[in-house]
């Protein structure tokens, strides 16, 4: 938990990640051009915002956050499998409780020809919202956060919306829990079920501090 948290500011730093969301979904840019908006902006936020995960120290000697070249190939636009078993999941978070997540669907693709799939969880409690967190093989090697990285995170606007009715996924986006740059955060990770089999080379790498 924060210390002393100020509420007023933890709403406007979350109204920025919205803001920025929404230019991203809304914009006419290229998926690239887009990703560039959104990590600059990700920096700016980190560097510069008091409710930023970053410590006062950590951000005294911020140089930006490191990510893969964009890749094209791993935008995609899919269908939501949501004929699977809605299994509940109880991830402890010490000082905020148990929170509780509903696998509600299922997304399936191909990277490097190998055909993987992801679940998707709905968040149990007021208002609710999409989760999708994953590791993948770059975990292991300290190229990306051990505890795996996220995609998409309703609640907190992380979200790139839709085409034609179909999920925008783009792993360009993924991005490092909060608790990948101080552990004095505690965020839940992906289930064994999505784990992928392969590397992931794209998105936010390992914040140097810890690398997993």
Known sequence: MRNSPTYQTLAHYRREVSDLYSELRNSSASPQERWQLWHQKRDALLHEHSQSALSEEQKASFNGLEYFDYDPSLHFVLEIDQKVESQIFE????????????????????????????????????????????RDET??????????????????????????????????????????????????????????????????????????
């Open 139 to 212: 975990n292991k090697t300290g190229e990306t956060y051990g505890g795996g990285r996220y995609l998409l995170d309703t609640i907190k606007h992380a979200d790139l919306g839709e085409e034609q009715g179909k999920l925008v996924i783009d792993f360009n986006f993924a991005y490092n829990p909060s608790c990948a740059y101080n552990p004095m955060w505690h965020c839940p990770l992906a289930p064994k079920e999505n784990w992928l089999p392969v590397p992931i080379q794209a998105g936010e790498k390992a914040y140097p501090t810890i690398a997993s």
């Open 91 to 134: 991830v402890p978070l010490q000082d905020d409780g148990l929170m509780k997540m509903q696998r509600f669907g299922q997304i399936r693709f191909e990277i490097a020809d190998q055909p993987v799939e992801l679940s998707l969880f709905w968040i149990l409690g007021y208002g609710g919202g999409i989760f999708l967190p994953f």
